[in-house]
Every structure is written in C-alpha cells, then in structure tokens.
C-alpha cells in the first residue's frame, strides 16, 4: 500500500496529513479554514485518496499559513507515499467543467518542483476566504512533491466553483500520474 504520515510544526502552523494513494476516497479533514477544508474533502473523494488532515494555524492573522503549509506536507506525503515511483504512469491531465468554471491541470512527477497557474486576474473571497490562497495550496504541494503543476482556469466568474473546478481537476490529474502502469522508472535517465 502506497502511503505516508507526516507533520509540520512551525510557530505559526501545526499540520498532520496521513495519505493514501491506493484509497477508496475516505477523508477526515479538520482544519480552522472552512472552505478549506471543503476542498480536500472534494479532492479526496474525486482522486479516491484516502486522506486525514488536522491542521491549526494563527488564522486570526490570516489563512495564508495554514493553507500553504497543508500543501506543503501534503506535497511531502504524497512524495514520500510514492516510494521509488517504479512503475507510475508519471504524468497525468484533466479539464473539469463546474458550471459556467472551466479548469485544466497537468501534473508530471519529474523532479522539479515548479508550479505554473493561470486565471485571467480572478481576485476575491468566498466566504472569508482569499481566492488567490488557492495558487499558495497548488504550489506548496508542487515544491514539496518535485512535481511539475500546471493550472490553468479557462473560464469561469463564480469563484466557488473556479476553486472547485481546480480541486477536483486536481484530483483527477494526480489520480492518473501516479497510477500503476508497471514497469520501472518511467524516465530515460533512470530516475526521477
């Protein structure tokens, strides 16, 4: 079974993930920022990655450390989780439709972790939520996980639904690239 537990303790965030790649979408996710929270239950469920998550953070200062630090060590579990990447297809893609929210995303387990996002300028909250902490979230987990993300919002005016759009499409591309096609590293140099 493909799976990692870790922690992150700073003085501003206290994070625990526990996850697994081979789950069946089971998810307890509890952390101080609502909206958060709905997103990796959503990403749990779509990516069928079994999933717990505590997170603390000095939200009365702002969301901005809790929810990069969850994409941090979830990046770090997801890596660790990996193992020797034999035999993973590597990459993956998916574009998800959320109402009038169009999203892309391609992720490649190479190595090098970049994050390249784009969404024509969106700014706003949902709830009490900053809609650009999303590209925080999305390029924690790229740093921590070497992977190369990108993320690209080709439509869409309801921010609910364009960070859903990105969860779910989220999922769906890290369900395929790290899906166990057989073989060994999948990569001419022999590693990743």
């Known amino acids: 079974m493909r799976e990692a537990e870790l922690k992150r303790e700073t003085r501003e965030t206290r994070i625990s993930v526990y996850v697994n790649l081979d789950g069946s979408g089971a998810y307890e996710?509890?952390?101080?920022?609502?909206?958060?929270?709905?997103?990796?239950?959503?990403?749990?469920?779509?990516?069928?990655?079994?999933?717990?998550i505590e997170a603390e953070g000095d939200v009365h200062v702002s969301h901005h450390h809790t929810v990069e630090d969850c994409g941090?060590?979830?990046?770090?579990?997801?890596?660790?989780?990996?193992?020797?990447?034999?035999?993973?297809?590597?990459?993956?893609?998916?574009?998800?439709?959320?109402?009038?929210?169009?999203?892309?995303?391609a992720v490649?387990?190479?190595?090098?972790?970049l994050f390249f996002y784009e969404d024509a300028g969106l700014r706003g909250k949902i709830t009490d939520f900053d809609f650009e902490l999303i590209w925080?979230?999305?390029?924690?987990f790229a740093l921590e996980s070497r992977s190369t993300l990108h993320m690209r919002v080709l439509s869409?005016?309801?921010?609910?639904?364009?960070?859903?759009?990105?969860?779910?499409?989220?999922?769906?591309?890290?369900?395929?690239a790290v899906g166990v096609v057989g073989g060994g590293i999948p990569s001419t140099k022999g590693t990743l």
């Open 29 to 52: 996710v509890k952390t101080p920022v609502g909206f958060l929270s709905h997103m990796l239950e959503s990403f749990a469920r779509h990516g069928r990655f079994d999933l717990r």
């Open 108 to 113: 490649d387990f190479s190595g090098r972790g």
């Open 156 to 176: 869409g005016r309801i921010l609910h639904h364009v960070a859903e759009a990105c969860f779910k499409s989220f999922a769906l591309t890290l369900r395929e």
């Open 136 to 140: 925080e979230f999305f390029k924690g």
């Open 72 to 105: 941090l060590v979830l990046g770090a579990a997801v890596l660790r989780a990996l193992g020797d990447m034999k035999g993973i297809r590597r990459y993956g893609d998916s574009v998800v439709p959320m109402d009038e929210a169009l999203v892309m995303s």
